[in-house]
């Protein structure tokens, strides 16, 4: 059974930085492709970011561009986002999510392309 669990999140002033971990077992860490999401109060989960399983190609929602990375690293089992210039409308609890074989980019946007789910870490960003 996959198993995934994110850490990381808290309390942050805004223009703060915070680097989400999302640490995977169960599995082989390599045949899957990780996705975050993130869900504010009162909406839909959407995707933020998503990284193919060797870290070849990686994907962002343009709210994000240029200000968040994702990141993997293989050896530890473990991939990353790095939130920079964090504002109050990334406030959300993120979840980070994993798929197995080749998605397209529409498809690794949709929630339900994605078998393993983690339980989700908190960020709110103060401004």
């Known amino acids: 059974q996959v198993q995934l669990v994110e850490s990381g999140g808290g309390l942050v002033q805004a223009g703060g930085s915070l680097r989400l971990s999302c640490a995977v077992s169960?599995?082989?860490?390599?045949?899957?492709?990780i996705g975050w999401f993130r869900q504010a109060p009162g909406k839909e989960r959407e995707f933020v970011s998503r990284i193919s399983a060797y870290g070849s190609s990686t994907y962002y929602t343009d709210s994000v561009k240029g200000r968040f990375t994702i990141s993997r690293d293989n050896a530890k089992n473990t991939a990353y986002l790095q939130m920079n210039s964090l504002n109050s409308e990334d406030t959300a609890v993120y979840y980070c999510a994993a798929h197995s074989g080749i998605i397209t980019p529409q498809r690794m946007r949709s929630h339900d392309a994605y078998g393993y789910w983690g339980q989700g870490t908190q960020v709110t960003v103060s401004s």
């Open positions: 169960g599995g082989s860490f390599t045949k899957y492709g």
